[in-house]
């Protein structure tokens, strides 16, 4: 698909699907969204800045206990990890703007907090990154009672 924000809903509805087929619970199926969204609009309005545009390319992997997002594109080099050298500049800029009083900065964050796992490789031109989380069987507003 192209990399543009008027893909983002595609994006929502290829994840929310494979959610579906690999019958995640609400609040699992949830959270792989959130990750994926947030990721893949990194790479648009980041990863394609100071380029022309290309495509992202997503791929779905289930087993027993977990489900995988690969989020495939030809974006300029960044590790969403937090094992880039970049993390401290990115977190400068999330103080930035916050101090400006605008939106924005934490959207690696909060698919570090989502996801169960984040791993990035690059090999030639192509980012990938693999979006995990396991199979908690919880619904998103299940309560634990003790």
């Known amino acids: 698909m192209p990399a543009t924000v008027a893909s983002l809903g595609e994006v929502a509805m290829f994840v929310g699907q494979a959610g579906t087929d690999a019958d995640l619970g609400e609040r699992d199926a949830y959270r792989l969204r959130l990750a994926t969204d947030e990721l893949v609009t990194n790479v648009i309005t980041h990863g394609f800045r100071h380029i022309a545009p290309g495509e992202i390319e997503l791929q ?7 489900v995988l997002v690969v989020v495939l594109d030809t974006a300029g ?12 500049a990115v977190r400068q800029a999330a103080v930035w703007r916050r101090e400006e009083g605008t939106a924005g900065g934490f959207g690696l964050t909060l698919a570090r907090m989502c996801a169960d796992r984040i791993m990035y490789e690059r090999t030639g031109d192509l ?11 919880r619904r998103l507003c299940e309560a634990e009672i003790r």
Do not use: K
């Open 60 to 66: 779905v992997s289930v087993s027993d206990g977990w």
């Open 77 to 88: 080099e960044f590790d969403p990890t937090g094992r880039d050298r970049m993390a401290p």
């Open 127 to 137: 980012n990938r990154t693999i979006i995990v989380v396991r199979r908690s069987g």
